[in-house]
């Protein structure tokens, strides 16, 4: 299968000829698949912004309490973290369309990097909030004992590790994916003329950094304003 | 040079080239394979779910406790349910035929993503994989029937976990059909076949395939939910944490209500082809047929309230729900009466393709139509989770869905295998099922109206006629399933060769160069310039010279 392609060609009556579009080589095709994908991802996490939406309009004091002691700055810094990483990886694919292939792969790297960094941070930030006695699983968030959390805030924090972690977990599936991007693109078989790949993962990781352009206000910024 | 795709040898593999037969099967991206063996699997668990079905039915034969106690019962329904939901009638028709006939119909070698839909494949049987082993681990096999209703579903002992962790799967593995036949359908149709060429299998497939993609991520995330609930206890369903058990019906049926259109609309997508062919007439209305499959899984996607009247919902909420769901008669509708005046003054060729179709219509008008009964939210409150509520549910599904991948089975044969089963066993098995069909269901709506409760272990004395009327009907019908599959296997071992268009049918799949198809399906794709179902004086009026696949007529 991995000799040249050549388009079939179709004649109508007329005997006019027609380019048939085979399934090899379909850059629109591919192109056309990763977005029907990335909807399914919305799709996905909107059931989930739906949940909070839900449940921040019955118990809205608890999640602005429970917002509140969540800590801006990593997540405002992670959030930085992220823009720049798309930016970095946008500008990959631009040196991989103008054939400047060293450029792409340094700025795939740059972009692992950044990935590990805003991991490295949600890690800080997760232990902070463990020794804070808040967790899954820890008493705070369980019904019924003395550190119990009032209801509303128990699910905001159930929700927020929840999305955090799908979320997380999306990164490290991305830098996966942009590993195995490098190696495709030194075996030769990601270049300037065959670059759908390297488009499709950057399609996944402009999703995966729109996404937490959401995460952040629903779950950091609601409680900004709250005094205590 | 036309070998046939069942030969040794001709297949394209994911991996590599194997030499024995064996690798060539588990490997081969070809479309035409992959569907035999989603039919071959889908098929298995169709016969196993049947088995369940049965057991359940010889329990309820006569009050009280018979073969199994009340906690296995729970057991059983929802094995029923999970093996037809999850593992038979959701990939049903789309994996089996979508797979088969959707790219021959469209002048397609391949779908748009051949190794993708190779995984798809394995990703499905590694999703029943997983299902089944939930029978003998844990605590034993789910007994929240196949809706996993929270709160019950998160306090019970018995393996729920594996079960979630298996309809997710299920699930990947239909979103990723769905993506790879719509970016197919985009793509790859011959040259001159637009939207309105296409035939209407293609786009019942091509609905479906929308709520494949759309509606599925939706119960991804809510069995993931209620695993991490399970689990970590995230509280987000469970009411001793402030979560709210009916969001968990919410979330579910956004999936699970568009699902049933998922499963119904590749079907009616069979029966358009069926009615033209067999009425020798062009299909009667053929855009307002093709743009009911879409309106129905649009308006399909606003319905799911319907399943809550009884759960706790606004009323304003309910009456909204309860018109949007009339809606849905309307494309519906339209579809009968479009097929209806198909074969107004057609000349009407009894084949058991058409004798299934013909089936359908008397069973799925009864099981559409008493769906319009209990979406009125009155007549529901009394009907909600009552036999007849199950009665409705299976002359849609069964006497719908299935009936139709029946007349799909019989009207493809000939294509997939090159050969014909024997005409006069096919009819007898379709009297015999659909007799035993009627006479194990219809009651059902009687004992339901009356009162008789789904899912109950025991029941009242005087709904005892009622399910051994059922029994008998079932007798009669899993008699007839086996006669069908009986002559079908004989025909695949020994029918006569077929040709490549016994029925006279005017679409792609049907002008390929040997029977059964080659490799690389079409010699040459041709240029579509004409409709799907031409027919002139009961002949078909497109002929195509099968080596430059141009017109010669």
């Not at chain 2, 040459?524 to 010669?552: A, C, L, N, S």
Request: include cysteine; charged fraction near 10%; glycine fraction near 10%.
């Amino acid at each position: 299968m991995s000799h040249e392609y050549v388009p079939e060609i179709a004649i109508d009556r007329d005997g006019k000829k027609h380019e048939v579009q085979g399934w090899q080589g379909d850059f629109y095709g591919g192109k056309l698949g990763f977005w029907l994908f990335m909807l399914t991802e919305v799709m996905m996490f909107g059931a989930m912004f739906l949940t909070l939406t839900y449940y921040y309009s019955l118990h809205h004091q608890d999640f602005i309490d429970a917002s509140s002691h969540l800590n801006r700055l990593l997540g405002g810094t992670n959030t930085v973290v992220l823009l720049f990483s798309a930016l970095t990886m946008g500008l990959g694919l631009l040196k991989m369309r103008t054939g400047d292939i060293k450029g792409a792969k340094l700025m795939i790297w740059a972009t692992i990097l950044l990935a590990i960094v805003f991991l490295g941070i949600k890690a800080v930030e997760w232990r902070e909030e463990y020794t804070h006695g808040i967790f899954l699983g820890l008493d705070a968030l369980q019904s019924g004992n003395e550190h119990s959390r009032p209801f509303g805030q128990i699910l905001f924090y159930g929700m927020y590790f929840t999305m955090t972690g799908l979320h997380g977990f999306h990164i490290i599936i991305g830098i996966g994916l942009m590993l195995w991007l490098l190696k495709r693109i030194n075996a030769g078989q990601v270049s300037t003329e065959h670059h759908i790949l390297h488009f499709n993962i950057a399609l996944y990781w402009d999703l995966v950094h729109l996404i937490w352009v959401f995460v952040f206000p629903y779950y950091y910024m609601i409680g900004a304003g709250n005094v205590h | 040079m036309s070998k046939s795709y069942l030969e040794a040898g001709e297949t394209h593999c994911a991996i590599g080239h194997p030499k024995t037969v064996f690798w060539q099967w588990m490997l081969t991206v070809d479309h035409k394979r992959i569907g035999l063996m989603y039919a071959a699997v889908i098929l298995t668990f169709f016969a196993v779910g049947v088995l369940v079905a049965l057991t359940i039915r010889i329990e309820l034969f006569a009050p009280g406790a018979q073969i199994l106690d009340g906690d296995t019962y729970n057991q059983a329904f929802t094995l029923h349910g999970v093996i037809m939901i999850f593992l038979f009638i959701i990939p049903g028709v789309p994996a089996v035929f979508g797979n088969i006939v959707m790219p021959l119909m469209i002048g397609a070698k391949d779908v748009s993503f051949p190794r993708l839909n190779w995984f798809t494949f394995w990703l499905y049987i590694f999703g029943a994989l997983v299902a089944l082993t939930s029978l003998w681990t844990g605590g034993g096999f789910a007994d929240t029937g196949w809706t996993f209703y929270a709160p019950y579903s998160l306090n019970t002992n018995t393996n729920v976990i594996t079960t979630l962790v298996a309809a997710f799967i299920l699930g990947m593995a239909s979103i990723l059909t769905g993506l790879n036949f719509l970016v197919t359908i985009h793509r790859l149709r011959a040259p001159g076949m637009d939207f309105f060429k296409m035939p209407l299998f293609v786009w019942g497939i091509y609905a479906t395939a929308w709520i494949q993609l759309l509606a599925t991520p939706v119960v991804g995330i809510t069995l993931i939910l209620a695993l991490l609930e399970k689990v970590f206890g995230i509280g987000i369903f469970d009411p001793s944490k402030g979560g709210d058990p009916v969001l968990f019906e919410h979330l579910f049926w956004i999936y699970s209500h568009p699902a049933v259109y998922l499963m119904i609309l590749p079907a009616f997508g069979i029966m358009s082809e069926i009615i033209p062919v067999f009425s020798r007439r062009e299909v009667f209305g053929y855009r307002t047929i093709a743009l009911s499959s879409a309106s129905i899984a649009g308006i399909g996607y606003l319905v799911w309230g319907h399943h809550l009247f009884t759960s706790g919902m606004s009323d304003l909420a309910k009456t909204i729900f309860s018109f949007l769901t009339f809606f849905v008669a309307i494309p519906t509708g339209i579809k009968f009466y479009d097929w209806v005046a198909t074969m107004y003054k057609g000349k009407i060729i009894l084949s058991t393709p058409m004798l299934w179709a013909l089936g359908t219509m008397i069973t799925f008008v009864i099981g559409g139509l008493t769906g319009v009964t209990i979406a009125m939210i009155g007549a529901d409150i009394h009907l909600q989770d009552t036999y007849y509520t199950v009665a409705h549910f299976h002359y849609a599904m069964l006497g719908g869905v299935v009936f139709l991948l029946f007349a799909g089975l019989h009207y493809w044969f000939p294509l997939m295998f090159g050969k014909m089963y024997n005409e006069t066993h096919a009819k007898i098995a379709f009297y015999l099922n659909f007799v035993g069909f009627n006479i194990l269901w219809f009651p059902m709506f009687i004992a339901g109206y009356q009162g008789m409760p789904r899912r109950y272990f025991d029941y009242l004395p005087e709904f005892q006629i009622y399910h051994q009327i059922s029994f008998f009907g079932a007798l009669i019908f899993i008699a007839g399933l086996i006669y069908m599959f009986t002559v079908l296997i004989k025909g695949i071992k020994n029918g006569t060769p077929s040709g490549s268009n016994p029925w006279h049918a005017t679409t792609l799949e049907w002008h390929l160069p040997s029977s059964p198809p080659p490799l690389e399906n079409h010699t040459k794709v041709p240029y579509v310039d004409f409709r799907p179902y031409e027919y002139h004086h009961g002949e078909p009026v497109v002929k195509f010279d099968y080596k430059t696949m141009q017109r010669i007529d």
